[in-house]
């Protein structure tokens, strides 16, 4: 358990299923201010341990908590207060650096993949290009303070961006490269809900289960397709939000 937390005493009402009075001291420790966003929650071993509960009562608990959006559970590292949910304007194409930064929180990318690849019929019609023409493939996963929220999987016309492998996407992202040599013209997208294939919840530290929001997008610039891109959110850590 980490130093300075008190053992978990489940003091909400006895009619309570032990599951929920869990839920509810959690609960009130992070309302309480107790444990902060980003603190560390015990793992399902130490309230099993602590409690005096089994691990399936402790499992239950968390992973209701998560479905919430109270804490967010990153596989292999455990599980952790959740700050206020990550909200982005649906209409526009917004790079994801730039609303990290304005949240106040740290930016870091790594890339995952970027290389040439030759189109089959689908991604040739998905740029506009004929079958067997090269296309460039980028996928990058973006943190937020540590925390990944975006799985960017990508590609790219290189007839309109050419020099496009040769960035360095560590220090500039995919959408502001590609906006500042083919500005956007028009844009295509559609949201839908998902859940992660396997690959996917490897590097956004979820489980198989864990729904999530993915973004199917296209950008032109003037009358030429410059990229298609799916953009994968895992839906505790993030929503998309309207106004008029």
């Known amino acids: 358990m980490p130093e300075g937390d008190q053992i978990i005493r489940a003091s909400s009402p006895r009619e309570m ?36 509960v089994s691990r399936m009562t402790a499992n239950r608990a968390l992973r209701e908590l998560a479905s919430e959006g109270v804490i967010v559970r990153v596989q292999g590292s455990g599980s952790f207060v959740a700050s206020k949910k990550k909200s982005a304007p649906f209409m526009g194409v ?6 990290i930064n304005e949240r106040g929180s740290v930016h870091t990318p790594e890339v995952i993949l970027a ?3 030759i189109c089959g019929h689908e991604l040739a019609e998905a740029l506009g290009v004929e079958v067997g023409m090269p296309a460039f493939h980028s996928v990058i996963l973006h ?33 502001a490269y590609l906006t500042s040599v083919a500005p956007i013209s028009h844009t295509e997208q559609f949201v839908e809900a998902v859940l992660p294939q396997p690959w996917e919840c490897k590097h956004l530290a979820i489980v198989r289960s864990e729904p999530c929001l993915l973004i199917r997008r296209r950008t032109w610039s003037s009358e030429r397709v410059v990229t298609s891109v799916r953009l994968l959110y895992p839906g505790s850590r993030y929503r998309l939000e309207s106004s008029s």
């Not at 201010?33 to 071993?45: C, I, K, Q, T």
């Not at 303070?145 to 960017?152: C, K, M």
């Open 94 to 99: 917004r790079n994801i650096a730039d609303e």
């Open 115 to 117: 290389q040439m690849e």
């Open 17 to 52: 299923p032990l599951y929920e009075r869990l839920k509810a001291d959690i609960k009130k420790r992070i309302e309480t201010g107790e444990w902060p966003a980003h603190h560390r929650v015990p793992s399902e071993n130490e309230l099993a341990e602590t409690l005096n």
């Open 143 to 175: 943190h937020e303070d540590d925390v990944p929220i975006q799985l960017e999987d990508r590609f790219v016309n290189p007839a309109v961006a050419p020099d496009y492998l040769a960035q360095d996407f560590t220090r500039i992202t995919p959408n």
